[in-house]
């Protein structure tokens, strides 16, 4: 089992939205699939109880209280990380995770709540020796806009691999109200969103 926690100290960098994406991309590669939310917000949890029967599964965790066991089986746990972790919260997560996805959104501010959060990330052991990997998405990108190219500066200058650049489009939020995700429709109108995110998913669906 690969266990992915998705997570940024900042809320509303698209953690829910990634989190999402990536339970139903690797359930669409037919990968047994579970989605932990973290999060008292309940994102994860509500696109799960909208999603449709005919979907592909997604088994559905509530870590919101604590956090649980996996149930056997269970190929890739994707985890919905709430923002504002304090440092045993970060542990406790961290302790349960393979691999770090860190979003991150073209504004100073996420940057500042980003930075807090990769400092605590710094300070785990696992991943200053390397043993977990952290990896940056760079979210909501829109093409030549000034944040964008600040954007790649800030993720050059922290020397993270960036697994994703993710433009900004509607049809996230269009589909999410349905329990869906890009990765769930096939066709013209998902197949660019689907590209952006293929070298993230293959890094996710192939390391054993
Ligand atoms: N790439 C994107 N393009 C357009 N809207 C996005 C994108 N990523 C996230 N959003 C939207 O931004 C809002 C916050 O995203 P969400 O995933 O809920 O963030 P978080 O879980 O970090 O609080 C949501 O309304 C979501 O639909
Ligand atoms: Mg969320």
């Known amino acids: 089992m690969i266990r992915i926690l998705v997570g940024n100290g900042k809320g509303g960098v698209g953690k829910s939205t990634i989190a999402t994406g990536l339970a139903a991309a690797l359930a669409a590669r037919r990968r047994v699939t579970a989605l932990a939310d973290a999060d008292r917000q309940r994102s994860s949890l509500g696109w799960l109880e909208r999603r449709p029967a005919s979907a592909a599964p997604i088994r559905a965790l509530d870590w919101t209280r604590k956090l649980g066991a996996v149930p056997p089986g269970v190929e890739r746990l994707v985890v919905d990380a709430p923002a504002n972790l304090d440092g045993s919260e970060i542990e406790d997560l961290l302790d349960e995770s393979d691999l770090v996805v860190v979003p991150v959104q073209p504004s100073l501010f996420d940057q500042a709540g980003t930075e807090r959060f990769l ?14 990997a952290v990896v940056l998405v760079l979210n909501r990108l829109r093409p030549r806009a000034r944040a964008t190219v600040r954007l790649d500066a800030y993720a050059r200058s922290l020397e993270l691999p960036v697994a994703a650049r993710l433009a900004d489009r509607a049809i996230y939020e269009e589909l999410a109200a349905q329990g869906l995700a890009v990765f769930d429709l096939a066709g013209a109108r998902t197949a660019p969103a689907r590209a952006e995110w293929a070298q993230l998913v293959d890094l996710l669906d192939g390391s054993a």
């Open 119 to 132: 400092g605590k990330l710094g300070k785990q052991k696992s991943v200053r020796k390397g043993r977990k």
